[in-house]
């Protein structure tokens, strides 16, 4: 995370030589920690661990040079293969419980990445949108059950969560580097969250998304043809 604003400053230049437009494809985080939902532009960006600070350093680094940040919420999808629902949809697909960040009946929002990448364009096509920070909403909010739920209908079975809190989460970080490396940010991982578009929708118009119940189904089944799984119903 420390090579973000390394990585943004060379960008910045080529950008600044090149004459050429930048859209950054970034997340939240540089808002964090969250003081009100639903979360907009003029959220304070202040504080936060040492990820938080690097995202928001390398964001206003390339804002600085003109680019337009997109702000999205956590992401799944086809050739996504790693985020906070990617992974429990996997385990789902592998026919376990799913891993869950955070109580089972905390509602979170989540984007799904062929229509965070369409509005992504679309932005790229509007020189207003240089210079300035646009959050985009996801298919709306929802709980770990509910996805659980839709999961099942996909795949023929009930699908059980295994949701772990922060506790529990410490004592898994113990045996995987990987989780160890996360825990700074798990707190906000554990909290509601939700996104205010009207900024957005300002610039480009409504935001159309596709709904939990296709994206989810259409993310298992390209899950399923990777691992070499049988096909979901």
Not at 98 to 113: H, P
Not at 225 to 232: A, C, D, E, I, M
Request: charged letters at 20%.
């Amino acid at each position: 995370m420390s090579l973000h604003p390394v990585t943004a400053r060379h960008i910045a230049d080529a950008v600044g030589q090149g004459g050429v437009r930048c859209v950054q494809v970034s997340s939240f985080w540089s808002y964090l920690p969250l003081q009100r939902l639903p979360l907009d532009e003029n959220h304070p960006r202040e504080g936060g661990v040492d990820w938080v600070r690097f995202r928001r350093e390398a964001e206003d680094i390339l804002q600085e040079a003109g680019g337009a940040i997109l702000h999205l919420p956590d992401f799944f999808g086809p050739y996504v293969h790693t985020s906070t629902l990617q992974q429990p949809l996997a385990n789902a697909a592998r026919g376990s419980a799913m891993n869950w960040i955070g109580a089972k009946n905390v509602a979170r929002d989540y984007v799904y990445v062929p229509d965070a990448m369409q509005v992504a364009a679309r932005i790229a096509r509007e020189s207003a949108a240089f210079g300035e920070r646009w959050i985009l909403p996801g298919c709306g909010t929802i709980t770990a059950m509910e996805i659980a739920e839709i999961a099942g209908r996909h795949l023929g079975r009930r699908i059980k969560v295994r949701a772990a809190g922060l506790r529990r989460l410490k004592l898994f970080s113990l045996f995987s580097s990987q989780l160890h490396q996360f825990m700074p940010m798990a707190p906000y991982y554990v909290e509601a969250i939700s996104y205010n578009s009207s900024k957005l929708e300002s610039l480009i118009g409504p935001v159309q998304t596709t709904s939990y119940e296709q994206a989810i189904g259409e993310t298992l089944n390209w899950i399923n043809r990777q691992s070499g799984l049988v096909g979901t119903n």
